[in-house]
T-cell receptor, first 115, second 114 residues
């Protein structure tokens, strides 16, 4: 199947700093990418949907100024957690799909720890 | 909005036992249904999906699931589990058209005892 690569897989940062997470589709062009957050023993919660070349659509309750999403090309989307705080510590997962009604492929996730 | 319930949070079975993981969803329209597996340290991997047609869907690794519309259920089954099936399993649903967002259940951790 198609491959989606997320980088980094783990990151530890100090409170108040910003962290960028990359999501790349390696062998297909992803018109849509999704960003999820997963708390321990909980479900994946959709944070935002991004379409290449346009602004991301954020889910209710997700601060768009805190979680900046950029989808500048068909193979790359980035999530930047700005001014991170310990409560932002979580597992962040991206997925990408080539088009409507196509299978979504998931990255391996990024474990963010804010100290 | 749609929601997904996975009532079994942790299931422990012996090898060769039969498996059934429950998944129920709530949504007023037609849906597409998915089961994903997440091995430790790895990405979510699609096991199987149902879009339409035969409600009994066969997937990879010997898994199958049955869509029972009247019960809003999409339970995952495997007749004989193996140790390597130890993992986290997620059921997910997306509306059939329009808002194509996946909504996930809370997941079931499956532990297979050799």
């Amino acid at each position: 199947g198609a491959v989606v690569s997320q980088h980094p897989s783990r990151v530890i940062c100090k409170s108040g700093t910003s962290v960028k997470i990359e999501c790349r589709s390696l062998d297909f062009q992803a018109t849509t990418m999704f960003w999820y957050r997963q708390f321990p023993k909980q479900s994946l919660m959709l944070m935002a949907t991004s379409n290449e070349g346009s602004k991301a659509t954020y889910e209710q309750g997700v601060e768009k100024d805190k979680f900046l999403i950029n989808h500048a090309s068909l193979t790359l989307s980035t999530l930047t957690v700005t001014s991170a705080h310990p409560e932002d510590s979580s597992f962040y997962i991206c997925s990408a799909e080539e088009g409507p009604d196509t299978e979504a492929f998931f990255g391996q996730g990024t474990r963010l720890t804010v100290v | 909005a749609q929601s997904v319930s996975q009532h079994n949070h942790h299931v422990i079975l012996s090898e060769a036992a039969s498996l059934e993981l429950g998944c129920n969803y709530s949504y007023g329209g037609t849906v597409n249904l998915f089961w994903y597996v997440q091995y430790p340290g790895q990405h979510l991997q699609l096991l199987l999906k149902y879009f339409s047609g035969d409600p009994l869907v066969k997937g990879i690794k010997g898994f199958e699931a049955e869509f029972i519309k009247s019960k809003f259920s999409f339970n995952l089954r495997k007749p004989s589990v193996q140790w390597r099936d130890t993992s986290d399993y997620f059921c997910a649903v997306e509306p059939n058209f329009g808002n194509e967002k996946l909504t996930f259940g809370t997941g079931t951790r499956l532990t297979i005892i050799p």
